[in-house]
């Protein structure tokens, strides 16, 4: 399974929502996909899994959609501290990273 | 929960590196465990898994027949013997536990709920 993310880069005034998109090479469990946040210097953090399940913590503001090859993860009200590198992830059966959207300020 | 790697440095192409990751704040033989790589501004590369007693491990294509992953249940530690490095094994490994337990995984891989900070392996000659 190849993981594509779009856009690479993104450039957003806080407050904005913004959606970030993953597509697979083939048809994937909705189960199956994972999103991280990496801020500069950090290890990444899990946001969501199995597609649209948010773990303990992680607010309401991140949220989760798709099925088949196409999912993606919307940010609502975009604050300082959510301009990051997001990637996604897919799992299950194997284990791959799509190539991570870079949101920015603009 | 944390995880403390350890073991990264500047080595030459062609030789070996140990990584180790520490674990603590979980019962070390209820969780799968992960390594993750990040070359130098680039993004993340899963690298090798192993179950949460260690008998099924899995490798990425780019490292298989070279890495090997292992777990200390004496020590709650994980580890990657990394050999023959090529510059391509140039990023920063992170060790990750997986965020369902034995008793709770779906699915063979899971997804990874807690990394350690990483630790840099630098190949070059």
């Known amino acids: 399974i190849v993981l594509t993310q779009s856009p690479g880069n993104l450039s957003v005034s806080p407050g904005e929502t913004v959606t970030l998109s993953c597509r697979a090479s083939?048809?994937?469990?909705?189960?199956?996909i994972a999103w991280y946040q990496q801020r500069p210097g950090q290890a990444p953090k899990i946001l969501m899994y199995?597609?649209?399940v948010r773990p303990t913590g992680i607010p309401d503001k991140f949220d989760g959609s798709g099925s088949g090859t196409d999912f993606t993860l919307t940010i609502s009200r975009l604050e300082p501290e959510d301009f990051a590198v997001y990637f996604c992830?897919?799992?299950?059966?194997?284990?791959?990273f799509g190539g991570g959207t870079k949101v920015e300020v603009k | 929960v944390q995880l403390v790697e350890s073991g990264g440095g500047v080595v030459q192409p062609g030789r070996s590196l140990r990584l180790s990751c520490a674990t603590s704040?979980?019962?070390?033989?209820?969780?799968?465990l992960h390594w993750v790589r990040q070359a130098p501004g680039k993004g993340l590369e899963w690298v090798a898994f192993?179950?949460?007693?260690?008998?099924?491990?899995y490798y990425a294509d780019s490292v298989k027949g070279r890495f090997t992953i292992s777990r200390d249940i004496s020590r709650n530690t994980v580890s990657l013997q990394m050999n023959t490095l090529t510059p391509e094994d140039t990023a920063t490994y992170y060790c990750?536990?997986?965020?369902?337990?034995?008793?709770?995984?779906?699915?063979?891989?899971?997804?990874?709920?807690?990394w350690g900070q990483g630790t840099l392996v630098t190949v070059s000659s």
């Open positions: 990750a536990r997986e965020g369902c337990s034995s008793a709770t995984c779906r699915a063979e891989l899971s997804p990874v709920d807690f």
């Open positions: 704040g979980f019962t070390f033989t209820n969780y799968a």
């Open positions: 192993i179950s949460y007693d260690g008998e099924k491990k």
């Open positions: 083939q048809s994937v469990s909705s189960l199956d």
């Open positions: 199995d597609t649209s």
């Open positions: 992830q897919h799992y299950g059966d194997s284990v791959t």
